[in-house]
């Protein structure tokens, strides 16, 4: 056991230096606990909350860049509100956030499910499935640019030489249906990983006497994959959704590399057209309040799916 | 008792020096500069990746040359032509960054309050070369004095494949708007068809404005807040685009970036597009066949004249940098008739000067196909004419109202309806609110 300065002090040693009673005060436990947590705060309260509180500050006020502005309350929020342009840029979101993340979802179950499997190689697959993850993104988009470049679509060129479209084929980034698919589809391909290999980590912990049993009693394997799986891999699942749904519906670099929120608006995102008003625009107040106006939802589904894990 | 030795300090000599060391160290850290008998000014210059990369190579150049005629350092920093607003924008609200940067669309007017006053520079720099053209003052004079030395400008002329034409029996390129629809149904009809980006894209804003001049519409009254849309001449314009959309072009238009319309010309598939000289100078460079076919020629008319809207590009000196007197001293020593011309051989005839005399360089005239390009800085106006730029004209572009308005029409909207709306998106931004 340890012996401190103040036993060794009371056993008639001399008293100790100031040091040694620095060191005292520092060991102490809420002393040593906060001091411990102090640079993660410190670096929250930079990085996140201070720019944070200032967006919400400028979506109150009539900023431009380069000339301070005044407080306006609401004004910004109720602007946005009453025009086409953002209106047509919550639909998109959701649209986009909606049908990619239910494709990720499936996509990933389905593929955690393969991975899991007793394959060949499986340590290379699994690598090779994550690269999508880890390329940055908008390095990647380039190469889907290409892809759907309305000259050179590979896309295109496979399509029409295996006879499944007519040349020329569509054009991927022009036109709205074909743009928002052409989005959804990078998002996915880049999303999926994230999606297969969390799922993958829950799956691995379902322990196989559930599966044998299932299995003894004649469950089929859909059975065996809808009511034993599914079931245990919730939490997981419901966790990896609400961060897929949080970072989907802030996508930027995807869109703003393909279409740059092209044709006629209908592939805008939130983050897009805040940063086509905000910087490009100079309007930082507007800016502000279109990237922040899904904050509050985001805010409500973080909170009860939390919940919900909790209770589970 | 024993001398010290004088090679030895001694403990207080020790001392003395050390603590004035660390004093000294400690100002020059807290100060964020190198002590003053190691200090050498350093004149720092934001500008873009230019689109010949040599043209860069040789400001670089001057840059050097200029800090040893100076007894300092001029850094030039180039960035992506599409990330500058953004940059230049957090330099303006954070008050702080480069002494200087390249300037374009209406920045001197967005930022008149904080870009120096630079007349006498305009004047002299001016005065040595025979007169500004005109787009000059209409793009960097503010209420309160020249805001940007306009630095080059970068010719927007009709881009074609004489091939193609020669195919389609047309013995030289369009001269008129009109022409050109005539014209490109043949040529569609051919397998080669015209192309003007409607898309969210730069170039696109070039062509509108240009179109739209020519045909006597407006965007927004000589006042720069009435909306000038809503009339007959800009319908003329959208039922022109339709017709050229339906007829002669191919819907990739509507997904161009910048470089869909040279990616077309180069493929050989197109036959005509309205854009600078880079296709040619980028088959040249890499030796494509397509060089030979490719030509240029001035800006189409139309009923209310020639008109075009180039890139116009100027350099601006922050009011907040602390070198303001040498960053003036480089402007004009870069406008040096040897240095400019240098660097218009650099960039192969792709940077034009805003001066009238720096114009005569033989470059032009040398090749048949460029010769036309100095003539088109009489037809040159910055987005907006007759309006001053402003932060309305950029709110238009930035959002690209007159595109989204041609492309909707394109889409199936009346119109009449297409026009409202982009009428009623100008009004929007003349109050400065994102269009609705």
Same mark, same amino acid.
Request: proline residues 6%; charged residues 15%; glycine residues 8%.
């Given at each position: 056991?340890?012996? @401190? ?6 056993? @008639? ?13 520092w ?41 301070p ?19 047509q ?41 994550? *690269? ?21 679509s ?70 065996r ?16 959704? *609400? ?47 279109i ?9 409500l ?12 | ?58 400001l670089?150049? =001057?840059?050097?040359?200029?800090? &040893?005629?100076a ?21 303006? =609200? ?15 007017f ?5 870009? !120096? ?9 001016g ?32 881009t %074609?494949? =004489? ?10 390129? #369009? ?21 003007? #980006?409607?898309?969210?894209?730069? +170039? ?27 009339? +007959? ?32 010309? !180069? ?6 597009i309205?854009?600078?000289?880079? #296709?040619?100078?980028?088959?040249l ?22 008109h ?24 004009? %020593? ?5 240095? %400019? ?27 048949? &196909? ?8 009489? %037809? ?16 238009? +572009? ?26 009623? =998106? ?8 994102? &269009?609705?």
């Amino acid at each position: 056991m340890a012996v @401190g300065p103040r036993v060794l002090e009371a056993a @008639g040693f001399p008293r100790p230096g100031r040091l040694s009673r620095l060191r005292e005060w520092w060991e102490q436990e809420h002393v040593f606990g906060y001091g411990l947590i102090v640079p993660a705060i410190v670096l929250l309260v930079t990085l996140v909350a201070f720019p944070f509180g200032m967006a919400i500050w400028f979506s109150l006020s009539d900023y431009w860049v380069g000339s301070p502005g005044g407080f306006v309350g609401l004004t910004n929020y109720r602007d946005i509100l009453g025009n086409e342009t953002f209106r047509q840029t919550v639909q998109n979101s959701f649209v986009f956030t909606g049908i990619a993340v239910s494709l990720k979802m499936v996509l990933g179950i389905w593929l955690a499910m393969l991975l899991a499997r007793n394959l060949k190689f499986k340590r290379v697959i699994r690598g090779i499935v994550l *690269l999508p993850f880890v390329i940055p993104t908008a390095l990647s988009t380039l190469a889907w640019l290409w892809m759907f470049d309305s000259l050179y679509s590979v896309v295109n060129w496979t399509a029409i030489r295996l006879h499944l479209i007519n040349a020329p084929g569509p054009n991927w980034l022009g036109q709205s249906t074909y743009a928002m698919a052409a989005v959804i589809t990078v998002n996915v391909w880049r999303g999926l990983p994230f999606f297969a290999i969390t799922v993958l980590a829950g799956l691995m912990a379902v322990p196989r006497e559930y599966m044998e049993a299932a299995e003894v009693d004649g469950a089929t394997s859909w059975d065996r994959f809808w009511h034993v799986t599914l079931p245990l891999i919730k939490p997981v699942l419901a966790v990896v959704i *609400l961060f897929s749904t949080i970072f989907t519906f802030g996508d930027f670099n995807i869109v703003q590399v393909l279409t740059r929120g092209g044709p006629i608006n209908t592939t805008h995102l939130f983050a897009t057209l805040a940063y086509q008003v905000g910087l490009q625009g100079g309007n930082l107040g507007q800016g502000a309040a279109i990237s922040l106006f899904i904050f509050p939802l985001l805010a409500l589904v973080v909170f009860f799916q939390l919940q919900y894990v909790r209770k589970e | 008792m024993k001398k010290p030795d004088r090679r030895v300090p001694t403990r207080r000599q020790f001392l003395a020096t050390t603590a004035g060391a660390t004093a000294g160290m400690a100002s020059w850290l807290a100060l964020g500069k190198a002590p003053a008998f190691a200090q050498k000014r350093e004149l720092t210059f934001l500008s873009w990746n230019h689109f010949v990369p040599a043209s860069d190579d040789e400001l670089r150049k =001057q840059a050097e040359a200029f800090g &040893k005629v100076a007894n300092c350092t001029v850094r030039v920093d180039t960035m992506a032509h599409l990330q500058m607003p953004a940059k230049v924008a957090a330099e303006a =609200q954070s008050q702080s960054g480069h002494d200087m940067y390249r300037t374009a669309g209406a920045d001197p007017f967005l930022y008149e309050n904080l870009l !120096l006053s630079v007349d006498d520079v305009v004047e002299k720099v001016g005065k040595q070369g025979g007169g500004w053209y005109s787009f000059s003052a209409e793009s960097s004079q503010t209420k309160s004095g020249w805001k940007s030395i306009p630095w080059f400008w970068i010719s927007f002329p009709g881009t %074609y494949n =004489q091939a193609h034409f020669k195919k389609a029996g047309f013995e030289g390129p #369009p001269k008129t708007w009109d022409e050109l629809l005539k014209m490109g149904k043949v040529l569609k009809k051919q397998g080669n068809p015209v192309g003007l #980006p409607i898309s969210h894209c730069s +170039d696109a804003h070039s062509t509108y404005w240009s179109v739209a001049w020519s045909f006597g519409a407006k965007v927004l009254e000589a006042d720069g807040k009435t909306p000038g849309i809503s009339s +007959d001449k800009t319908a003329q314009v959208i039922e022109w685009y339709k017709e050229l959309y339906k007829d002669a072009m191919e819907p990739e238009v509507l997904s161009w970036d910048d470089a869909g319309n040279n990616r077309f010309m !180069l493929s050989g598939k197109g036959s005509w597009i309205h854009n600078p000289v880079s #296709p040619y100078n980028a088959a040249l460079a890499n030796k494509q066949p397509i060089a030979d076919d490719i030509n240029h020629h001035n800006s189409l008319a139309g009923s209310a004249g020639r008109h075009s809207a180039p890139p116009i590009l100027s350099l601006g000196i922050w009011k907040f940098s602390k070198n303001q007197e040498l960053a003036k001293e480089f402007v004009a %020593y870069l406008f040096q008739k040897q240095n %400019y011309d240098a660097w218009i051989v650099a960039s192969n005839a792709f940077n034009h000067p805003p001066l009238k005399n720096l114009a005569d360089h033989p470059i032009w005239a040398r090749n048949p &196909k460029f010769a036309m390009l100095p003539k088109e800085a009489e %037809y040159a106006h910055p987005r907006g004419w007759p309006a001053k730029p402003s932060d309305t004209v950029q709110r238009i +572009d930035d959002n690209y109202i007159m595109t989204d308005m041609v492309a909707k029409a394109i889409n199936g909207m009346p119109t009449k309806r297409a026009m409202d709306w982009a009428q009623e =998106q100008v009004a929007l931004a003349v109050k400065g609110q994102l &269009k609705g």
